[in-house]
């Protein structure tokens, strides 16, 4: 007979209910029902030049949170749950190792991965220039590992951003027109801006860029500089009292007079390094996240006054 359901079966009825609920809620305003449909980059200029192409067509979010150190990014297990689900997770393989390891659990199908287009073809050695080194700290150094910093050179940022507009026109063809005029006027910027630099960059009293953290290795080769790191590609690898001394040799020697420091990163170093050799310290900002303190409000802002700043520490006329 037709009885009321047993109590157990009610109680199992209230259960799932309870946690349709939970996961409903869990669900609203949080990685995991915003993920579907949407793209998740997993640093700042990914993010940046995927907003650029998408022009509001498609939801854009970031794994790395504004002001937040990228190469040792955490994931909680919602931002991987939203990476399952995303339309496509676009991100470089070999810089944060959180999300190399999460792309085991996303569909190979929806993930982009530009380290190939980025031409990652610097590594800590020779950005770093440390020839002389033992052999145990070349390893402490993880030199075999690429230099990730890619955006910092408009030429690399431009192929980059080609690749990851060609895969949005693909995967989804009612907006590609679009996504492709965006992609050519995203690419012009980066091409004005690269002259720009080659221009500003083109005469300057000295080409030695000491650095904090070793960020501008592709921007250095690309218009002529001479980059120096004091922390290699990570900057959280702090050097022995022997490279500090290297460093400071290498700054008297050259007579040089402005020492880069970068916003995400203690200016400690940096300013060991300069109060021990009379320089001063200049703010070069790597451009991993945009936050109150960044010296402008987007990229391009921020790599121009990079620029200024550059010409003024190294002497450009
Ligand atoms: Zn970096």
């Known amino acids: 007979m037709p009885a009321a359901p047993s109590r157990r079966a009610v109680t199992a009825l209230v259960t799932a209910t309870a946690l349709a609920l939970a996961t409903a809620a869990c669900g609203s305003g949080s990685t995991l029902s915003s993920a579907e449909g949407s793209v998740i980059t997993s640093f700042y200029p990914l993010q940046f030049a995927t907003q650029q192409i998408t022009g509001g067509a498609l939801p854009v979010t970031v794994l790395t949170k504004p002001g937040a150190e990228p190469h040792d990014l955490e994931l909680a297990p919602q931002d991987i749950a939203g990476m399952t689900r995303a339309k496509l997770v676009v991100y470089a393989d070999g810089f944060q190792p959180a999300v190399d390891d999460a792309m085991a659990e996303v569909q190979p199908a929806s993930v982009l991965d530009v380290a190939d287009a980025a031409q990652l073809t610097l590594t800590a050695a020779e950005e770093e220039g440390h020839a002389d080194e033992s052999t145990a700290e070349h390893e402490a150094h993880d ?10 050179d408009p030429q690399r940022y431009a192929a980059v951003a080609k690749v990851i507009g060609a895969r949005l026109a693909a995967d989804d063809p009612a907006h590609a027109a679009a996504y492709e005029k965006n992609t050519a006027a995203f690419v012009a ?129």
């Open 143 to 152: 030199h075999g590992s690429a230099d990730p910093h890619f955006w910092l």
């Open 189 to 317: 910027r980066l091409t004005t801006l690269d002259g720009e630099l080659r221009t500003g960059l083109a005469s300057c009293r000295s080409k030695v860029l000491v650095t904090s953290h070793a960020a501008f290795g592709y921007l250095a080769q690309r218009y002529g500089l001479e980059q120096h790191g004091i922390t290699g590609i990570s900057p959280d690898a702090e050097p022995s009292a022997a490279g500090l001394q290297q460093i400071s040799d290498l700054v008297r020697k050259e007579g040089i007079t402005t020492i880069f420091q970068e916003t995400l990163v203690e200016p400690h170093l940096a300013e060991t390094v300069a109060g021990s050799t009379g320089a001063t310290v200049a703010t070069l900002d790597p451009v991993e996240g945009i936050t109150s303190a960044s010296a402008g409000t987007d990229y391009f802002e921020v790599m121009r006054s990079n620029l200024s700043a550059l010409q003024k520490g190294l002497g450009c006329s």
